[in-house]
Structure formats: structure tokens, C-alpha cells
């Protein structure tokens, strides 16, 4: 790790060239330090993991289509991964940062992340994707601009706030872990914080008349939670990406993984206001805030802290359905988001994914499918690339629920390039699921109660439903999401739920084609780590 300056340029510049990356937009450069660090998020001192000595770690502005070259010294005792909720990726899987792609950083070794925000726009974040390390901090934001060219459909606002929210443990992250691992799920969190921060620790200052860009990511670990501003009306504008028809709300119902952005207006008495952050749909339920400060106000905060949905099911997914796509507003290029119709587009199959919550060999997981997915010895895209066998069998993934007895696999369920797939999400179970697809956004398309079939398609919304990266399925209930499987990869669909996303609720999809084209997907990285039975491979010269 004493690499000088000079010598870390150079190899970036290596690793540029050796990538393809198109040289024509811009790079930003970044380098982070990871490491422990004491913490005292909710008054208790805990070991965090920092980047750079920041809980949470530091922010990415970035705009459409810049290259961000991204550098990261691992300084933890123990591997560790860097994952990038909601950023596609197009063509290259190798940087997603999850195991089933990438080797871990060792301790004490660095590793250098080349990505391109290939047509995105939006609100993101990263996160540390191995060992339960998410309970520890080392995420932060994702915040791409669209290009100055391409229109925006609302006027600038006067600031631009993150706010990165969630349920939070006092125990630290390895002792959460030892839970899982001795076969227990894990108990109600001990608070929510909102950047790192509980009960009124931080402060968002607003001049009266002005509007502000609020961008709200659920980054916690077991619940759903929802958010509101007392006294104050929010605009909803933007979700992952996707610009939205601008609906008012009151509060917003936020799921695990998924993020909004929000315009509010400073049209009140001048004075403080909370922000307020509370569990959904738990019995017991968890509330922190913030404060809304005008910058003329000379009265704090006052009365009761404004109360909000509970475990109603019905408000939540009636709000869900008002989410929809301004399909004239430009996305990431000038053309209309609508131009896209993909109503009109007939899905080639029918996947249907049940989750579950099994015993298996007397300890509790979690399975899609009656599988619980076990990590392999060597990261599948690397396995797919060497030809190694026995790491993972394509189609070891069903397509739909077996109902049958839980088992432990490394699942991988195989498709073709250009595919437009038809995904049913079941949930049988009692409590709110959370589902991520990394290198996609989908268009979700339908969600009910009950057990899904087809004449729930009678339903579907096939005109202007959000495209996204990650849905909730309410209990005892289905959602439908098209998506066209135009990027080639091995992609991680998983429970944003990180307790059974640890104990198996996740597999992956690998996306297939027999083009060995740069077209269709890049080379793997000069710099790849090699691990497990890849040691020993080469991945290629200049």
C-alpha cells in the first residue's frame, strides 16, 4: 500500500484502456480507505467500517455516462466487497461488486473499481456487499445529474439533500452474523438513523419560498420504513432513476433498497419542523427525526412528532399503484422516457419466484424456490469465464415455486440475451418482502393480494408503470415486473432484506449469449482479483 501517486495514475491509466471505456465523457477519480473506526450512531460505541474516516462514507456526484475510477484500500482485518444498488453496469458484470462476480479485497491489498453510469440518471447507493458488513456503515450515496443538454422536468431546485435512512443494531456486525450463522434470524432492530445520526442529529436548512431536492434511500437491514416532514407536502420526482409523474404526498412509504427523490417547498411559518423517519408494518414501531430548519426561524422544534402509517397494508399499496412514469419527461437522453413501450411487447416466458423461510438441517434460511443459496468456492462469473467445472450448474435455478423441501444449492438460473421475461414475485409469507435485480431496471407492472395467475394480467398497468431496480411484495400477496434482459452478465436477484439475503433468499441470473463480441459484453478487467479455483488463470495481456 505505499503505492506513490505516480505510480497509482499509471495503473489507472492501464486499467482505462484496457476497459474500453469510452474516452469521450468524463472521469472522476476517487480513492477510499477502508477501516474500522469507533461509532456511536444510536449512544452506544460500536466498531463501524469508515471510508476514508466517514460514517457514512462519502458522496458520488457524478453525471449520465462519466467513468468513475475508484480505488479502494482495504484496511480491515477481513475480505471485503464493495456493491453499487441500482447502477447497471452495462456489459460488465465483473465491477457489481457482489461475490457471485467479483473476488474479495484482502486485508492489507487494494483493488480498483472501473465503472461507467452508461445512461443513468437518479438516486443510488453503494454498500458493502460481504460478511454482514452493511450492519457496520462503509455505504453512502450515488447521486448521477443528467447531461446539461438533456432536460430535466422541474426547475433547478435551491439545494439538494441526501438522506440515507434505516434500521440499526447496537451489537456490531460480527455478533449479528454469529446469529445467523447458529441458525437464528435476527431480532427487532434497536433504532433507525438517519446519515448516521439518531434523534434530531442533523440539521437541513432551507430559506423560506425556495424548493428542495430531497434524495431518501432506505439503506437499513430488516424493515420498511416511511417518511414524512411535519406541516410540509412532498413531490415526488424521481425513483431510481426514472422520473415520475409529480404526485403530492404527505409521507412516503420507503422499502428496503429503494430510493426517492422528493421536491418540498419551504411554504411554512418560519420556524423548525421535524423530519420524521418510523418503522412500517411492525407491531412494535421505531420513530427518529431530523429537523427542518428555516434559516429566519428563531423557534426549535415544537409539539408531538407528527405520527404516521403503522401496519396497514392497503394505504401502502394503494400509494404504490399512484407511482407512475411521466412518459414525457426526458430520462437520461432527450427522448421521452414513454418512447420505450413495453406494453406492447409480448414476454417470451413466465417466472414465477416464491420465497420462504425453511429449516434445514435444524437452522433457519431463507429460499427462493424451495433453494436456499449457498456461496461457492470461486465467484460464478469467474467459473463461467475459466470453464471451471463444478461450481455451479446453469438451470440449477427453477423457474417456478417446487413446493417441495427446502435444499442447498449454489442456484443459478441461466437465460438469453434479448429475452423480455415475465417475473412474478409470490409471497406466501406474513411479512413485507423487498426484491433486488442488480445490472436491470423493470417496469413493475401489477401487485395484488392473493395467489397470482394468469387473469391477474387483466390488471396490469402496460402504459406508464415506474421502471425500477428493486420492488416490495406486500404479505400474502404477488407483484409482476416485465424486464428485457438486454445486458449480458451474471446478475444478483435478491431479498433486500440483508438477514435472508445472508441465509439464502437470493440466486443468480446469468444472462447469455454465444457472442464473444465487445458488443454485447466487455472483456474481463486486466486487474480482476483471482480467487479460489480461478488461482492460477490469467485474465489477459494488453
Not at 482495504?74 to 473476488?103: A, M
Not at 398497468?461 to 416485465?482: E, F, G
Request: hydrophobic residues 35%.
Amino acid at each position: 500500500m505505499r503505492d506513490t501517486h505516480l505510480l497509482v495514475c499509471l495503473i489507472v491509466l492501464v486499467l482505462v484502456l484496457v476497459h474500453g471505456v469510452h474516452g469521450e465523457n468524463p472521469y472522476r477519480f476517487f480513492t477510499w480507505k477502508v477501516t474500522y473506526g469507533d461509532i456511536y450512531p444510536l449512544g452506544v460505541k460500536q466498531q463501524g467500517i469508515l471510508i476514508n474516516g466517514q460514517f457514512p462514507g462519502p458522496h458520488i456526484d457524478a453525471v449520465t455516462n462519466d467513468n468513475l475510477i475508484i480505488s479502494v484500500y482495504n484496511y480491515l482485518r477481513e475480505p471485503f466487497l464493495i456493491s453499487w444498488n441500482g447502477i447497471q453496469h452495462r456489459k460488465n458484470s465483473w465491477q457489481d461488486g457482489v461475490y457471485g462476480t467479483t473476488c474479495p479485497i484482502p486485508p492489507g491489498k487494494n483493488f480498483t473499481y472501473v465503472l461507467q453510469l452508461k445512461d443513468q440518471i437518479g438516486s443510488y447507493f453503494y454498500f458493502p456487499s460481504l460478511a454482514f458488513h452493511r450492519a457496520a456503515g462503509a455505504f453512502g450515496s450515488i447521486r448521477i445529474w443528467s447531461r446539461p443538454r438533456v432536460p430535466v422536468p422541474f426547475p433547478p431546485p435551491a439545494g439538494d439533500f441526501t438522506l440515507l435512512v434505516g434500521d440499526w443494531y447496537k451489537r456490531n456486525h460480527y455478533v449479528l452474523r454469529q446469529i445467523l450463522e447458529s441458525g437464528h434470524n435476527l431480532p427487532f432492530p434497536d433504532g433507525l438513523l438517519i446519515n448516521g445520526r439518531g434523534w434530531n442529529g442533523n440539521t437541513f436548512t432551507v430559506d423560506p419560498g425556495k424548493t428542495y431536492r430531497l434524495r431518501i434511500s432506505n439503506v437499513g437491514l430488516t424493515t420498511s420504513i416511511n417518511f414524512r416532514i411535519q406541516g410540509h407536502k412532498m413531490k415526488l420526482v424521481e425513483v431510481e432513476g426514472s422520473h415520475t409523474l409529480q404526485n403530492i404526498y404527505t409521507s412516503l412509504d420507503i422499502h428496503l433498497g429503494q430510493s426517492y427523490s422528493v421536491l418540498v417547498t419551504a411554504d411554512q411559518a418560519p420556524q423548525d419542523y421535524y423530519v420524521v423517519v418510523s418503522t412500517r408494518f411492525t407491531i412494535h414501531v421505531l420513530t427518529t427525526t431530523a429537523v427542518l430548519h428555516y434559516s429566519n426561524s428563531h423557534r426549535g422544534v415544537s409539539g408531538p412528532v407528527p405520527p404516521g402509517p403503522t401496519t396497514n397494508v392497503a394505504s401502502s399499496l394503494y400509494q404504490a399503484k399512484t407511482i407512475r412514469w411521466n412518459l414525457t419527461a426526458s430520462g437520461p437522453r432527450p427522448n421521452p422516457q414513454g418512447s420505450y413501450h413495453y406494453g406492447m411487447i409480448k414476454p417470451s416466458r413466465t417466472i414465477m419466484l416464491a420465497n420462504s423461510a425453511p429449516y434445514i438441517n435444524g437452522k433457519q434460511r431463507y429460499a427462493v424456490n424451495s433453494v436456499s443459496y449457498v456461496q461457492p468456492d470461486t465467484p460464478l462469473k469467474l467459473a463461467d469465464y475459466f470453464k471451471i467445472p463444478g461450481v455451479f450448474n446453469p438451470g440449477s435455478m427453477p423457474t417456478s415455486p417446487t413446493w417441495g423441501n427446502a435444499y442447498l444449492q449454489t442456484s443459478v438460473m441461466d437465460s438469453s440475451f434479448r429475452e423480455f421475461l415475465e417475473i412474478v414475485f409470490q409471497n406466501w409469507e406474513d411479512t413485507v418482502q423487498s426484491w433486488h435485480i442488480d445490472g436491470y431496471s423493470f417496469w413493475v407492472v401489477g401487485m395484488d393480494g392473493g395467489q397470482w395467475t394468469p387473469a391477474s394480467r387483466s390488471g396490469y398497468n402496460l402504459r406508464d408503470t415506474v421502471a425500477r431496480s428493486t420492488t416490495q411484495v406486500y404479505p400474502r400477496s404477488w407483484t409482476a415486473i416485465y424486464m428485457a434482459l438486454d445486458n449480458v452478465g451474471m446478475w444478483n436477484v435478491r431479498s433486500e432484506n440483508w438477514a435472508r439475503q445472508y441465509l439464502g433468499q437470493q440466486f443468480y441470473l446469468r444472462v447469455y449469449t454465444s457472442s464473444n463480441s465487445l458488443r454485447d459484453e466487455f472483456l474481463i478487467p486486466k486487474n480482476a482479483l483471482l480467487c479460489g479455483r480461478a488461482r492460477g488463470h490469467h485474465t489477459r495481456s494488453l
